[in-house]
Every structure is written in C-alpha cells, then in structure tokens.
C-alpha cells in the first residue's frame, strides 16, 4: 500500500468511522476537525480514571509530536464502507496533529502527514 500526502485542511474535513466520542453521541460520523473539537472540550472534565478509551492519549501524542519526539510519519488508515469513505485507525493521532496546528505549531516542525491508500 502507498502512502499519499495529506493537508491539515484534508484532515481536518475528513469523515471517521466515530458517530460517538468522549461521552458525545450523534447519528452522524463526525470529521477529525469535529472530534478535536469535542476533545478539545471533554478533556478538561474527563478524569484519567474514568478515560476507559484512552481517549486524553491525545495529549501524550501532541506533547511528542511538538517536541520533535515523534520519529514516525503520522499515518492515516481508510476504509470504504457502503460506498462511504471513513477514517479507521489513526484517529487519535490526526486529532493530535490538528491539535498541535491549532496551538501555533508550524507544519515544518510536526512528522509528515499521510493517508495510506
């Protein structure tokens, strides 16, 4: 399988196999763009104890990414299902990754960005 560049943008607006994150449930697959959003809220309630998903993993992530101690690309996994193209695994680390670009963090300083097709 080949990896292919992605943008911040094309992440951000990209559907994920997750209708229901941190406690939040809706009918509609949600974006990596709204999943930072809702974690961006839920993580200043969500005790440790009660993180059975291992969802505040996301600030371990930006806290590497940021310091340059992330070694790896930071690679996105899709599948197709009904005809619908979704994000499956990597979530937490795209969630990361526009996490880091929303608190200032250059493009040039974070692992490169791919989606595996």
Same mark, same amino acid.
């Given at each position: &399988?080949?990896?292919?560049?992605? +943008?911040? *943008?094309?992440? =951000?607006?990209? !559907? +994920?196999?997750?209708? =229901?994150? &941190?406690? *939040?449930?809706? =009918?509609?697959?949600?974006? @990596?763009? %709204? ?25 371990? #992530? ?5 310091? %340059? =101690? ?5 690679? &996105?996994?899709?599948?197709? #299902?009904?005809? +619908?193209?979704? @994000? $499956?695994?990597?979530? /937490? ?7 880091? $670009?929303?608190?200032?963090?250059? !493009?040039?300083?974070? !692992?490169?960005? /791919? @989606?595996? @097709?």
């Amino acid at each position: &399988m080949a990896l292919q560049r992605l +943008t911040a *943008q094309e992440l =951000s607006a990209a !559907p +994920t196999l997750f209708a =229901s994150f &941190m406690g *939040q449930a809706d =009918s509609e697959y949600k974006t @990596v763009g %709204e999943l930072l959003e809702i974690y961006r809220e839920r993580c200043k309630t969500l005790d440790a104890d009660e993180d059975h998903a291992n969802d505040l993993r996301v600030e371990r #992530f930006k806290r590497d990414m940021s310091s %340059e =101690s992330w070694t790896d690309d930071v690679v &996105m996994r899709i599948g197709v #299902f009904d005809d +619908t193209v979704l @994000v $499956i695994d990597g979530i /937490h680390r795209g969630i990361a990754y526009l996490g880091c $670009i929303e608190d200032g963090i250059s !493009p040039d300083r974070l !692992p490169g960005l /791919h @989606v595996r @097709v």
